[in-house]
């Protein structure tokens, strides 16, 4: 509904302390952008279908503490 409304989502594969701070969505491809509160390493979590359902992704390389405080998509 173009942002209208928001509700709390399970992110499949999300850590126990996953903490996002940043989303942008494009279309119907959204992405979330923050760390893990247990280890401080950087975590992403996508959606294909508007943040109805989301999955922590793979960083290649992804460092050994760190994390993302904001995502933009275009």
Do not use: E, M, R
């Not at 280890?39 to 109805?52: E, Q, R």
């Amino acid at each position: 509904d173009g942002g209208n409304t928001w509700g709390l989502q399970t992110v499949t594969g999300n850590p126990a302390n996953g903490l996002y701070s940043g989303v942008s969505c494009t279309d119907t491809s959204c992405v979330a952008a923050g760390y893990d509160g247990s280890t401080f390493t950087p975590l992403i979590a996508a959606s294909t279908d508007s943040g109805v359902t989301w999955n922590v992704k793979t960083i290649t390389n992804n460092p050994t503490s760190g994390f993302f405080s904001d995502v933009h998509c275009t």
